[in-house]
């Protein structure tokens, strides 16, 4: 599976970003695919992640209600849609395609990565 993340970018705080990656390759059904984020110095830490078939989703509990993940399965695209975005949400944001979970070891693909800067 490849993964292409896009749509960082720069926002000043309380602002609004959507992210997007699309996958190509071979998606199984059982797949789930997962946003992730790493500030500068900091571990990779879980977004939210959603089921390719079915839809589930879970969210990180200290993101929930700001951050939304969703899915086009038509295209093969996930979306992380992300509101009144703070100075410490500032980070690379990674794509991820494998098992449903919340760990980094529980996806086995990786997008490149989209920069999300937000200014005070």
């Known amino acids: 599976v490849q993964l292409q993340a896009s749509g960082g970018g720069l926002v000043q705080a309380g602002g609004s970003l959507k992210l997007s990656c699309a996958a190509s390759g071979r998606l199984f059904s059982n797949y789930a695919m997962g946003w992730f984020r790493q500030a500068p110095g900091k571990e990779r830490e879980f977004v939210a992640a959603i089921s390719w078939i079915g839809g589930r989703t879970v969210h990180a509990s200290s993101l929930k209600g700001r951050f939304t993940i969703s899915r086009d399965s038509a295209k093969n695209t996930v979306y992380l849609q992300m509101n009144s975005l703070k100075p410490e949400d500032t980070a690379v944001y990674y794509c991820?395609?494998?098992?449903?979970?919340?760990?980094?070891?529980?996806?086995?693909?990786w997008g490149q990565g989209t920069l999300v800067t937000v200014s005070s």
């Open positions: 991820a395609a494998g098992g449903y979970g919340t760990k980094v070891t529980d996806f086995g693909s």
